[in-house]
């Protein structure tokens, strides 16, 4: 109940009978949120089956919640009440990709106000890569609750944006067989399969890729962001018209220093580079490297990668 307010109710339902009955609804001991989820979840699965093949977005969602208690509704960074929902949301593997409702979700409160630039010193990729209880692991998980669910009704390509580019991750999919498509975010020590030669870094060792085709899309409008670190990695921009185009390669890449040792010296990933090549003056770049367990062996192929990932706008 926390979650509404009044008007929203009124706006939704109107004045009468509907309203009264929601109220009753919200209150009534018995109406458990699991219960809810899995009488709408079994409908998502009906979908996903008559699709056959279907991409699944994870994404997490910030719910601010300003007039609840921090205390007990949860933290945000910036010291506001509310909790992070994450969630897997089924899609028509088609442009236009279509909701076909949600699979998995999690829901992650944090009981303190985070203490970015205070205190100790950040922990060392070594030391978190340990921690059981990691909000990272939601993306795991909810990519193998989607695989439980789904299991015998149709085939997932999981799409995910670029928090997810962690070597654990995509070691742990690609072990169990999952395709994927993941957003680059780190510049990974990594080397060419197709020749023999030493290893060097990602992002210069991509520049060489293979021109694959050309596409002419408009970029819509992004508004500035208050936090000045999101600002950074999604700058502002006005609508325009943009020549991208798309490379492709295959790549191995190197475990990381504080990798598990349970995890492979090495992962080989295809790898499709969006980028372009002319910018007008005082905007910046559209630079994408899109991991993926997809084939990239025709410009078909290689257009669907990048489809694939612009259903993550859905979620």
């Known amino acids: 109940r926390a979650l509404l307010k009044t ?18 609804f919200f209150s009534n001991p018995r109406v458990d949120a699991d219960t809810l989820f899995a009488a709408t979840r079994q409908r998502t699965v009906e979908r996903a089956h008559a ?28 010291g506001k009440a509310g909790f992070y929902l ?41 030391t978190t890569t340990q921690d059981p209880e990691r909000e990272f692991l939601r993306w795991r998980e909810g990519i193998d609750e989607t695989e439980r669910v789904l299991h015998g009704h149709a085939q997932v390509l999981h799409v995910m944006d670029r928090e997810t580019d962690c070597y654990d991750l995509a070691g742990h999919l ?16 990594a080397r060419s399969v197709a020749e023999a030669e ?8 991509t520049e060489t890729a293979p021109f694959v085709l050309e596409r002419e899309v408009r970029l819509s409008k992004r508004k500035a962001h208050t936090a000045p670190r999101a600002n950074t990695v999604h700058p502002p921009r006005e609508t325009r ?16 220093r504080y990798g598990s040792d349970s995890l492979p010296a090495s992962l080989r990933l295809n790898v499709v580079r969006v980028y372009e090549p002319e910018v007008p003056a005082g905007e910046q770049p559209v630079e994408w490297l899109l991991f993926t367990t997809e084939p990239i062996a025709t410009a078909e192929d290689v257009a669907f ?4 990932y612009r259903a993550r706008w859905v979620i």
Do not use: C
Not at 175 to 185: K, L, P
């Open 174 to 189: 690609i072990d169990r067989d999952r395709r994927f498509v993941m957003r680059n975010r780190i510049d990974r020590v």
């Open 86 to 126: 994450h969630s897997s949301l089924v899609l028509t593997p088609t442009l236009p990709h279509q909701p076909l409702g949600v699979v998995a979700r999690q829901t992650l409160h944090r009981p303190q106000r985070s203490k970015r630039g205070k205190g100790p010193r950040r922990a060392s990729g070594a």
């Open 51 to 78: 699709e056959g093949f279907v991409m699944v977005a994870h994404d997490t969602t910030d719910l601010v919640l300003p007039h609840a208690d921090p205390v007990e509704m949860g933290f945000h960074q910036t």
């Open 241 to 256: 018209l943009a020549r991208l185009h798309l490379a492709a390669m295959s790549v191995e890449l190197k475990k990381p």
């Open 198 to 205: 030493p290893w060097s870094k990602l992002w210069s060792l």
């Open 305 to 308: 990668v990048v489809d694939a």
């Open 7 to 24: 008007t929203s109710v009124l706006l939704s339902l109107g004045d009468g009978a509907e309203t009264k009955a929601a109220y009753r």
